[in-house]
Structure formats: C-alpha cells, structure tokens
C-alpha cells in the first residue's frame, strides 16, 4: 500500500516574499503575466573551445555529469510534470522527473539524471527582481557553509530575454560569483518547462529515486533550503511503500513507522508542561473499518494542550467519519504526534510515523463537500496528496475562513478556545520538509482519542 506526503500546505504556504525592495512586489515572478517569458525567447549563447579530448568530471554519486564535450543544444527525456499551480494540491508529488541536458556557461555538455541521489533543481530568470535578491544571498550562503553532503544542487537559467535586465544570464551570474552547477536553458525554455515551471524562483525537490518529493515557487531563506536538502539527505522519499496489512478486524502486523521522524518529536520537549505519552500503535489495514455509527457521535481529543470534542458529520461524509471512528476506537491515534502547525490556518495530525507521509495502509473514497463551501475556523478535513488518498490524517482549521478549494473531506467541526489557540500560536517552529517554517519544537500529542456516541 502506498504511503503518502500530504501536500496540501506545500501549494499555497510555502512560497514566502521574495526580497526585492518593493513591499508592493508579489512574492514570485508568474510566467503567464511575463511578455516573452516562456517561448518567443532569445538565449545567450556562449561559444565553447574546442576540446582537445572529451573528459568529464563527475563525483560517483552524483546523477550531475559535466564534460568538456560542447553541448549540441537541450535535451530532455522523460515525461514532463504538469505545471505547477501553488493554489492547487500538487499531483505530481511521488512521479519521476525527467532527466536534461544542456550547456554550461562555457557552452560544455552538462548532463543531469534524477534518480541517482537527492536532488535540488533551482529555475531562475535574470531579470526576475526576487531571483536577483535570492542568487546573491544564497550564494553567500554556500560560501561560508557549502551545501549540506549527499544532495545534488543543479541551477537553470531559463526564460532568457535580450531585452531586460542582467542579460546574459551566465553573464549576470558570473558577476555575482555563482558556483553552483548550472544549465543554459534553450529558447523555447524546454527544461521549465519539462518541470512546470510557472513562476520564479522555482524549486522543485526530487527523492534518491528521482520522484518529486515537493514543489514552490518564491523566495526562501537559504537556510531554509539547506534544511531541505538535509531532509532529503536523511532519506525522504516520495514513493509509494509497501506495507504490510491486515483485514480491518484482524491484529496488526509489524510497525511500518520511520522510527527516525517519531523518535525527533518524542526526544524535545512535549507542549504545554504536558507528559510523554505512550508510543502509537502502528496498524495497517486493507480497508477502512466501519465503526457503525449511525446518529450524533462526537471524536473526542485529549491533547496535550487541552481538550477538544469534534462533533463527527456523519451525513456529509459517512465513510469517512466511520473509517475514522473506528480508528479512533481502536487505539489508533492514541500517542500520535501533531507534526504540523501554521499559525493562522492548520494543525495536521494523525499520522503515527510523525513524518507526514504514513497512513492506516488503504485510501479512502473522496465525499468533498459542496462547492463553495468555506473551510473557516474549527472545520476538520482530512488531508490528501490529490483524489482518493484520505487515510488517517486530517487537519484542523485554526484561521480564519481559508481560501482552501472543496477537495478535502469533511468530517466534522470544532470549538477551539481562545486558550488552546494561544498555546498554539505560543509554539516554537522549525523547517518542515520542504521549506515551510511549520515543524512543532514542542511536540503537541494526541493522548487519547475516544468516540462518543449520543445518538
């Protein structure tokens, strides 16, 4: 069964500004609302010496090669990812990438094969204003630190244009003393647009099997980025895992839980003066269990900031609600920790690996609510990778009304006081996987979760 990175946040809250010295900038640079941005393009080419002999330098374990062989132009093979839209769920998280080709800054053959370690693929345009703020500061940032081991760092300049600022692009980052690897994409931006470029700066991290762990566009803190890399060095993946299972009703078989994400959270501190609980269980099933309710219930969270009663819907989502309720009765989110919190929009929890990509080992029906519906403060929905991916995790709304579009599962609402919203908010937070500052310090637990029935 496959077990999944919820990508719900990484769309519409991971871009941060980008620095450029205009508060009324956006915080990325769209394609679409580019002149000549992507197609009717003119590319800096830079004539390459001819070599005396083919050579390449390569470290072993990179999927970067670099040769002294002139470059004939762009190549790309494999099958391109769709563009990418930060105010959609990304469904391309855990497909291949393809695999590039392309010239150097001395017009040398520089090729790049996903898949073969973690890898890190930045798209920048020269006369993007946020990609001009990024290249210096990260460039600093490298030279006083390097880049953390064990990951590919490979940069394109793409959607070049004669007729703005800082061309040529190698040009521009030659002048800003630019070591990191990089291709000079081709006129019709092929290599963006293989990756779904739609907005600059764009980042797109790919696991050690080359599949696409997480995509964003805009300007991050380069520690930020390094701290990405780093979760990608520790062994991320975006792959579908095997797992064993068991009928719904049946004992659960060996733990499927990344020890290494679960032991992080239970080794800092627990959130509000609160105990450690107990270790999750770590059930994994073939199908969703059916807890059989069939009238007012409510699923009732013991946190370690407090209590909370989510009155279930059952009529709106009834598989759902059930799967859930079942899960809950059998001890299933019992010590798991709440992995994820933005101030002013989300708590995720219910995941027993604490690493945001595990689920109770099958995938639940969609039952999405009307359109139009309004995810406001106090609705819990169960988080997803795209259609038909429900599992075991779902989040609370902690913000006002979100701009969330009517893909997630509803299965019922909360109050949240006041109190339990501070102790949130008072939170210390870490990077998460992919750049967004969203990782409790302080690990908030669900202790128990228990089902009541008044109907």
């Known amino acids: ?60 374990d990179s999927g ?37 080709s392309g010239p150097g800054f001395e017009g040398n053959l520089i090729e790049v094969t996903p898949g073969t370690r973690p890898m890190v693929v930045l798209f920048l345009a020269h006369w ?28 394109v300049a ?15 980052l ?4 630019w070591t990191p690897v990089t291709i000079m994409d081709d006129d019709a931006s092929s290599i963006g647009e293989a ?3 739609s907005a600059f700066p764009y980042y797109v991290f790919l696991d050690a099997e080359g599949l696409v762990g997480g995509r964003f566009t805009g300007g991050q803190p380069p520690e930020v980025i390094a701290s990405g890399m780093r979760t990608l060095a520790g062994g991320f993946s975006a792959a579908p895992a095997e797992t064993t299972t068991t009928t719904a009703a049946a004992a659960p078989e060996a733990s499927g839980i990344p020890s290494s994400q679960l032991e992080a959270f239970r080794a800092q501190p627990t959130a509000c003066g609160s105990s ?65 919190y933005i101030s002013g929009f989300v708590l995720q929890c219910g995941d027993p690996s604490a690493s945001g990509r595990s689920g109770p080992g099958y995938f639940l029906p969609d039952e999405f609510p009307e359109t139009g519906f309004v995810y406001e403060r106090g609705v819990v929905a169960m988080a997803n990778a795209g259609p038909g991916t429900g599992g075991s995790q779902f989040f609370i ?26 102790s949130l908010d008072s939170l210390p937070l870490g990077v998460g996987s992919f750049g967004e500052t969203s990782r409790p310090l302080e690990t908030v637990y669900i202790e128990e979760a228990v089902v009541s029935r008044t109907g």
């Open 397 to 422: 709304v902690t913000g006002d009304a979100s701009p969330l579009p009517n893909q997630f599962t509803v299965i019922g609402t909360v109050e949240l006081s006041e109190e339990f919203l501070a």
């Open 195 to 197: 990756f779904g470029l």
């Open 174 to 177: 030659e002048r800003e003393n």
């Open 64 to 100: 970067i090669s670099i040769t002294t062989e002139p470059a004939g132009g762009v190549e790309v093979i494999g099958t391109s990812l769709s563009r990418f839209d930060e105010r959609s769920i990304d469904l391309e998280v855990g497909r291949p990438a393809p695999s590039f």
């Open 158 to 172: 793409t959607a070049n244009d004669a007729s703005r600022d800082n061309y040529p692009a190698d040009e521009w």
């Open 1 to 60: 069964m496959r077990r999944f990175l919820f990508t719900l946040l990484s769309l519409v809250l991971v871009a941060s500004a980008c620095s450029s010295g205009d508060d009324s900038a956006p915080t990325t640079v769209p394609v679409d609302d580019l002149s000549n941005a992507v197609g009717d393009l003119t590319t800096s080419t830079v004539a390459a010496p001819e070599p005396a002999a083919t050579s390449t330098t390569q470290d072993p």
């Open 276 to 340: 450690l609980p107990a270790l999750p269980t770590s059930e994994q099933y073939v199908e969703p269990g059916d807890a059989g309710l069939a009238g007012p219930s409510q699923l009732v969270l013991t946190t370690s900031c407090g209590e909370l009663t989510i009155e279930l819907d059952l009529e709106r989502a009834p598989i759902t609600v059930n799967a859930m309720a079942f899960l809950a009765e059998e001890g299933y989110f019992d010590g798991t920790a709440c992995h994820r």
């Open 128 to 155: 993007c204003p946020h990609c001009q703020a990024e290249v210096p500061e990260l460039q600093a940032f490298i030279g006083e630190n390097g880049l953390p081991e064990g990951v590919d760092f490979v940069a």
